[in-house]
């Protein structure tokens, strides 16, 4: 079965192919980053103008990498939600205009499934069930996976996520967007922190699996504010505290859900999953404490037509092996920008 993925649910235009048995065959990505840059985050309008631009070019794109063409197509997975109403719209209504074209199924996929999945695009993949670290855009979580649509919930962050915290704490450092790479980028100038640059590890020690990161953002403020004319070494130096900070929460956070489940394996995945200090901190572990852990290629960390195919990929299969009847499909659309991943089931 051949599946086509489309991903527009922010600021990535994302298509591309899943053969269920030849696996991923192509992906096509434009980022809207330059575009955005300007204005220091993300336009919604321009967002959604930049997508219906580009989903086409870059469907037609995908189908050449391959050696394929339209009529190849088996179904059409989208991006449903959640993510920016105008954005989504765009993916939903023409691929649900292919697909009623075609007269194949089309298929909802939720955004941060995609990214929960997209580890198992790689080679040796673990089976069910793992935990998982989904640290994407807004959400910093951790879940228990035991099945395509089984997703048990085991911590969640009360305030801001970590991208945001990175974002955030980017933008107080005087840096541009996107904030998570660049910072991230600066504190790689520093090998060793300034012992007087301490910052907090909020929930380090709470005894559950939550997180919260916006105390944290508050006390870079606090030292911003207290060196006015900082020097590019200490703009690096709080970069490397902020960044070993959140890594050292996650780090900390994984461990005890691979405790509290009984679990050898985790996965991450999401945007904060392609920083490498985070990878090399969890690689660490494993390697000490006997675990496996498994990430996305770094181009798949962010949002990609990859795992949207994929994810499309699995539910159909699992919709097949329910006897379920695609074929008198209503092909009317609506999307969810807000859609919380634990109302997701099994299809």
């Known amino acids: 079965m051949l599946v086509l993925g489309i991903e527009s649910s922010c600021d990535e235009t994302g298509v591309a192919l899943y053969d269920t048995s030849a696996g991923l065959l ?51 997975a989208y991006t449903q939600g959640p993510g920016l109403a105008g954005a989504l719209l765009v993916g939903t209504s023409i691929a649900q205009s292919l697909a009623f074209a075609l007269g194949v199924p089309s298929i909802a996929i939720h955004h941060l499934e995609g990214h929960l999945l997209a580890p198992l695009l ?24 035991d099945g395509i649509g089984q997703y048990q919930l085991l911590g969640d962050t009360l305030d801001d996520a970590a991208g945001e915290a990175f974002d955030k704490t980017a933008k107080l450092l005087g840096l541009g967007y996107p904030g998570g790479p660049q910072l991230a980028k600066l504190a790689s100038q520093v090998k060793q922190g300034n012992p007087q640059i301490k910052l907090p590890r909020p929930m380090l020690h709470s005894g559950d699996l939550d997180f ?37 929460i996650l780090t900390a956070k994984c461990l005890a859900a691979l405790k509290q489940t009984k679990l050898k394996n985790l996965i991450v995945s999401g945007g904060v999953g392609a920083n490498l200090r985070l990878r090399e901190r969890l690689s660490q572990e494993a390697q000490q404490r006997g675990f496996g852990v498994r990430y996305p290629r770094l181009e798949f960390c962010t949002d990609n037509g990859a795992m949207i195919a994929f994810a499309g990929a699995l539910r159909l299969e699992t919709m097949r ?21 634990a109302e997701l089931q099994a299809s």
Not at 216 to 235: D, F, G, I, Q
């Open 321 to 341: 092996l329910k006897a379920k009847q695609m074929d008198t499909q209503d092909y009317g659309f609506s999307v969810r920008p807000r859609w919380d991943l």
């Open 122 to 145: 790689e080679e040796n993949p673990p089976a069910f069930p793992f935990v998982a670290l989904l640290v994407s855009g807004g959400h910093s979580q951790l879940m228990r996976v």
């Open 26 to 76: 192509s992906h096509t990505l434009h980022s809207q980053v330059d575009m955005h840059a300007d204005y220091g985050g993300v336009v919604p309008e321009l967002a959604s103008r930049d997508h219906i631009r580009r989903v086409l070019p870059l469907t037609q794109a995908a189908l050449d990498k391959a050696g394929m063409t339209l009529k190849d197509v088996d179904a059409i």
């Open 212 to 248: 919260s990161f916006s105390g944290l953002k508050t006390a870079v403020l606090t030292l911003v504010n207290a060196h006015p004319n900082m020097s590019e070494t200490t703009r690096a130096e709080i970069a490397w505290e902020f960044q070993e900070s959140v890594t050292e």
